[in-house]
C-alpha cells in the first residue's frame, strides 16, 4: 500500500467491501492480471502482437500510448470482448488467477470505467439507479432486478466516499461531466473490485473537474485498490503509480518504474517527434 500523502481530502472509513467467494480467490492470487504471449487479431490485422504484462494486487500502474496504439484493445481482452489468438505456444490470460470467467461475473470483478460508457449512461436515469446498476452489470436498473436495502446502502456509501453523495436523486443527462465520471467510478466500486481500471479518465474534463477527479482517484489508490490508468496524456499519472507501461502498434515498449521510463527519449519515441518532459511533485506533463 502506499504511503499516505497529507493533501489527499480524506473521507472518515474506507470504502465499504462485500464480502466473497470471489473475494477470497484475488486475495490468494498472485497476479490480478496476467498476459503471456497474447497476440488478439481483429478484421486480419494483429491489434495486439505477443503482449506479456502482469498486474500484482495493490499496484498502480499507467499504461501509456498514441491513439490506436492497443490500448483500449487490451481492455476489451481483459473483459473478454476480444479474445487471444487460438494456438499461439505459451499464450496465458488470467484474471486473479483464473483463465476462465462467466462474462458478467467477470464485469462485477473488473472496475471499468470509460468514456464510451459514460455516452451510454448520459441519459435521464437517476444517479443513485446507474450505480445500482453496478451489481447487474446492466445501465440502470429493469424489471427483473431485485434492489435489496442492502446494495443501495452501499450504493450510497461509495457516493459518499467519493463525495457526490448529493447527486443519488439526480438524472445523469442533467449533470457535469466531471460529475458523471464520478458516479461511473461508484458503480465500478459497488462490487467491491480489486482493480480499478480507467480508460482515458481525463476526456472533456476542465481545470477543476480533473482536479477533483484525480484526488478521487488517488483516494482509491490510497485505500488498498489497484489503479490501472490507461492513458496517451502523462497528467493523469497520479503520484501513486509507481510503474509505466508503454505500448505502441500492439506490442510492450517499455515497462519499468515511472522515473526510468517517463523520460524525453522514451516518449519521443513513442509518440514519434520530439518531446520534452516536466516532473512537478509527482505530477508530469509533456510537451512538443
Known amino acids: ?45 494483429k491489434i495486439l502482437d505477443s503482449v506479456s504484462l502482469s498486474v500484482k494486487p495493490g499496484e498502480h500502474v499507467a499504461i501509456i500510448g498514441p491513439n490506436g ?21 505459451g499464450t496465458v490470460l488470467k484474471i486473479m488467477g483464473r483463465k476462465t470467467w462467466h462474462v458478467f461475473e467477470l464485469r462485477k470483478m473488473l472496475g471499468i470505467v470509460s468514456g464510451d460508457l459514460q455516452q451510454t449512461c448520459c441519459r435521464p436515469i437517476r444517479v ?34 467519493l463525495e457526490v ?23 465500478a ?8 481500471i480507467l480508460d482515458e479518465p481525463s476526456n472533456s474534463l476542465d481545470l477543476k473537474a480533473l482536479h477533483t477527479f484525480r484526488e478521487s482517484v488517488r483516494k482509491i489508490a490510497y485505500s488498498g485498490k489497484s489503479v490501472v490508468l490507461v492513458t ?16 505502441r502498434n500492439g506490442r510492450v515498449f517499455r515497462d519499468g518504474k515511472k522515473e526510468e521510463i517517463l523520460t524525453d527519449a522514451n516518449l519521443s519515441e513513442l509518440f ?6 516536466l516532473e512537478n511533485e509527482g505530477y508530469y506533463q509533456a510537451w512538443t
Open 69 to 89: 496504439s492497443g490500448k483500449s484493445s487490451l481492455i476489451k481482452t481483459f473483459m473478454k470482448e476480444y479474445h487471444p489468438l487460438v494456438g499461439a505456444e
Open 272 to 277: 514519434s517527434l520530439p518531446v520534452k518532459v
Open 189 to 196: 466500486l459497488v462490487n467491491d473490485p480489486q482493480v480499478l
Open 232 to 247: 496517451h496524456d502523462l497528467q493523469d499519472v497520479i503520484p501513486e503509480i509507481s510503474r509505466v507501461i508503454l505500448i
Open 128 to 161: 443513485l439507479d446507474v450505480v445500482l446498476s453496478g451489481f447487474f452489470s446492466s445501465i440502470g436498473i429493469y424489471y427483473n432486478h431485485k434492489v435489496t436495502p442492502e446494495m443501495e446502502v452501499r450504493a450510497r456509501e461509495v457516493l459518499s466516499f
Open 1 to 45: 500500500m502506499v504511503k499516505m500523502i497529507e493533501n489527499i481530502p480524506q473521507t472518515p472509513g474506507e470504502i465499504p467491501q462485500t464480502p466473497g467467494e470471489t473475494h477470497e480467490l484475488h486475495m490468494n492470487a498472485e497476479y490480478l492480471l496476467e498476459l503471456r504471449n497474447v497476440t488478439v487479431v481483429r478484421g486480419g490485422k
Open 165 to 187: 453523495a448529493w447527486l443519488a436523486d439526480r438524472l445523469m443527462s442533467e449533470i457535469s461531466t466531471g460529475e458523471a465520471r464520478k458516479v461511473l467510478i461508484a458503480r
